[in-house]
């Protein structure tokens, strides 16, 4: 199979912690495991700029994968997001070390299609109509339990 990127990285994400897998040549590849936490999102960085990462992609369920995506983008470290059902398909992948290692080898073959991230302000604005929406049901219930 072809390979699209030469150095590449996937990352599982979950609540608390994040384990990366770098392929840093034709078999070599190196994991690492990191919080969630803004200092160690920055460390995980500068370890991809370090081994000159071509393309990071990231599985997540839920919002976890904000964060990350936020950093990455400022930093412009090229990084897709993908949706976790059209990974999971292969059985028997029961650590998160393993998770990370396939999300690696996929994207550097170019076999995951990357999910629709809208732009920045757009993401920003769908969080504070989504805050405001919030914001009136919870006055609503307020005045209603009155």
């Known amino acids: ?52 990462c071509e393309m990071a992609d990231m599985e997540s369920t839920g919002p976890y994968w904000k964060p990350v995506y936020n950093i990455f ?3 412009q470290i090229p990084i897709m997001v993908v949706n976790a059902q059209h990974i ?5 992948r029961k650590t998160d070390v393993k998770d990370a290692e396939w999300i690696a080898d996929l994207v ?7 999910s629709y991230i809208p732009n920045r302000e757009q993401r920003e604005l769908r969080e504070i109509t989504r805050y405001r929406q919030e914001m009136i049901e919870e006055r609503a219930r307020c005045n209603y339990s009155a």
């Not at 994991?31 to 969630?36: E, I, K």
């Not at 999971?88 to 028997?92: N, S």
């Not at 550097?108 to 990357?114: I, M, P, T």
Request: proline share 1%; net charge positive; with cysteine.
């Open 108 to 114: 550097r073959h170019g076999l995951v299609k990357a």
């Open 73 to 75: 983008e400022e930093e």
């Open 1 to 52: 199979m072809e390979v699209l990127y030469k150095r590449c990285c996937g990352i599982d994400i979950h609540k608390n912690m994040m384990v990366a897998c770098v392929f840093t040549s034709v078999r070599k590849k190196e994991v690492r495991h990191f919080s969630t936490m803004t200092d160690d999102i920055l460390q995980l960085v500068s370890w991809l700029k370090e081994t000159n």
């Open 88 to 92: 999971k398909g292969v059985p028997g």
